[in-house]
C-alpha cells in the first residue's frame, strides 16, 4: 500500500469546518483513499472513502486532487465529538487485490481536537 | 444490525500464558481481520479470515495464531505471553461487497 503523510495534530473551533489534508504521492491508479478515526480507546470507525471523485456522506466529504497525489477530509460543522486521531490510509479495492493485501495499513493519523 | 463484538472486553494474563480472543463478525460478513495497537507501533495488521481460511498475514511471530468458524466468528490466539504483547486488539469484519471494514471495541490485553 502506498504511504500517506498527515499533520500529527490540528485545533478546530466547534461549529467550524475541520480540513484534513493527507498526502499520497505514490498512490497506485487502483488504490482507493479512505478515512478513518479512532475515538480514545475505541475502535477506528469508518468515515468514507473515495477513488478520484470528490465523495459526500452524512459524516463528511472527501476533496480528492485531479491528480490524485493529495487528499482533504472536511468535517462541515466539528463538535466536541469529533475530537479523534483521523487516518488517511491508501488501498486497492477488495476486487483488485486478487485476495492478498486486503488490509489496513494505518499511519500515525492527526489528532483533531475540537475546542469549545 | 449488530456491529462487530469482541470479548472479553478486558483481560489480564501474566507472561508465559496464552490467551485467546473471540470476535463475532456483523452478521453476513464471511471476512474478519485482525489487528494490535499498541501506543509505539500503533495499529498493525495480523491476519485476515475468509470463509474459514487464512488469506492474509501480518509480521508477528507464530506466537500469534487465529482461526475462523463456520458461522464466520474468529478466535485469536497468543501463546507464551509477553509484557511487549500488553495491547487493545482490534477485529475488524467486512462483506464481499464492502470495501470498507467495520471495526469492534477491542480487547485490552494486559500482560503482568
Known amino acids: 500500500d502506498a504511504k500517506t503523510t498527515q499533520p500529527p495534530s490540528m485545533d478546530c473551533a466547534e461549529g467550524r469546518a475541520a480540513n484534513l489534508p493527507c498526502n499520497h504521492s505514490?498512490?497506485?491508479?487502483?488504490?482507493?483513499v479512505y478515512w478513518y478515526r479512532q475515538i480514545h480507546s475505541q475502535g477506528p470507525q469508518y468515515i468514507i472513502h473515495?477513488?478520484?471523485n470528490n465523495e459526500t456522506n452524512e459524516m463528511a466529504s472527501l476533496i480528492i486532487t485531479e491528480d490524485r497525489k493529495s487528499s482533504t477530509l472536511i468535517l462541515p460543522h466539528a463538535t466536541l465529538r469529533d475530537t479523534a486521531v483521523y487516518y488517511c490510509i491508501v488501498r486497492v479495492a477488495r476486487q483488485n487485490s486478487g485476495g492478498s493485501n486486503y488490509k489496513l495499513t494505518f499511519g500515525k493519523g492527526t489528532l483533531l481536537t475540537v475546542n469549545p | 444490525k449488530a456491529g462487530v463484538t469482541q470479548t472479553p472486553r478486558y483481560l489480564i494474563k501474566t507472561r508465559g500464558q496464552q490467551v485467546t480472543l473471540s470476535c463475532s463478525p456483523i452478521?453476513?460478513?464471511?471476512?474478519v481481520s485482525w489487528y494490535q495497537q499498541t501506543p509505539g507501533q500503533g495499529l498493525q495488521f495480523l491476519f485476515e479470515y475468509f470463509s474459514e481460511t487464512q488469506r492474509n498475514k501480518g509480521n508477528f511471530p507464530g506466537r500469534f495464531s487465529g482461526r475462523q468458524f463456520s458461522n464466520s466468528r474468529s478466535e485469536m490466539n497468543v501463546s507464551t505471553l509477553e509484557l511487549g504483547d500488553s495491547a487493545l486488539y482490534l477485529c475488524a469484519s467486512s462483506s464481499l461487497a464492502d470495501n470498507e471494514q467495520f471495526f469492534g471495541p477491542g480487547t485490552r490485553l494486559t500482560v503482568l
Open positions: 505514490t498512490i497506485s491508479g487502483n488504490e482507493y
Open positions: 473515495g477513488l478520484k
Open positions: 452478521s453476513g460478513h464471511r471476512s
